[in-house]
């Protein structure tokens, strides 16, 4: 059982705007910003999204991060058979002082 | 560029120990913090453990506290986990992995760079 709680699959069809959930508690996501990692098959994971919103040099447009309170939601607006990989969000808890994933949502593009 | 070369994964016995190392290169490794993450077959990403770039502060996840240490070599560039009393569900790939930024302890969850992983099997 993961402390940030995922969906364990999404999907949409290519060029369908697709949302990602990942709740959590005031001990991290409530006080601690959320970074999204993307995985796909049989590689390391890769920076998403850093501090709730911000995306790193390279990523495409097409995702977008955001909080409120202690949920976080990653949107992927259209969507590309490319993007077929697992999601994963994370973030510091303060009260376990330490690094909290959520189980991962596997999306698919139908 | 900034590379990440993690090492020392195999085949262990149950109660048995092994000593993962993650080589970097292009950025000043003492700077930065360290973490490493796992991931067992079919399963998601868990934390395992982060040090400080000084070394002065050590965090861990509960499930390997009192049975995993990491450290770094400043000096070698090189960052290490020592695996003691593994269990089988230890079986993982291990990746180190690091961010170019310094900050408070809420980024001790971006990992902005991530080594190929080193898988640990642990079995009889």
């Known amino acids: 059982q ?5 969906p364990p699959s999404a999907s949409g069809t290519p060029g369908q705007r697709v949302t990602i959930s990942c709740s959590g508690s005031s001990s991290n996501i409530g006080s601690n910003s959320v970074n999204w990692y993307q995985q796909l098959p049989g ?4 920076l ?27 949107a992927i607006s259209g969507l590309q058979s490319e ?12 009260s376990l002082n330490g690094v909290v994933f959520g189980g991962g949502t596997k999306l698919t593009a139908l | 560029e900034v590379q990440l070369l993690e090492s020392g994964g195999g085949l262990v016995q149950p109660g048995g120990s092994l000593r993962l190392s993650c080589a970097g290169s292009g950025f000043t490794f003492s ?8 991931q067992a077959p079919g399963k998601g990403l868990e934390w395992v453990s982060a040090i400080s770039g000084s070394s002065g502060s050590t965090y861990y996840a509960d499930s390997v506290k009192g049975r995993f240490t990491i450290s770094r070599d400043n000096s070698k560039n090189t960052l290490y986990l020592q695996m003691n009393s593994l269990r089988a569900e230890d079986t993982a790939v291990y990746y180190c992995a690091t961010r170019l930024r310094l900050g408070d302890l809420s980024l001790y969850s971006l990992f902005e760079y991530w080594g190929q992983g080193t898988l640990v099997t642990v079995s009889s």
């Open chain 1, 2 to 6: 993961s402390v940030l709680t995922q």
């Open chain 1, 43 to 46: 590689t390391a994971p890769k």
């Open chain 1, 48 to 74: 998403l999204i850093k501090s709730n919103n911000q995306r790193p040099p390279g990523v495409p447009d097409r995702f977008s991060g955001s909080k409120s309170g202690t949920s976080a939601s990653l």
């Open chain 1, 83 to 94: 993007d077929e990989a697992d999601y994963y969000c994370a973030a510091w808890d303060g």
């Open chain 2, 31 to 38: 700077t930065y913090a360290m973490s490493w993450v796992r």
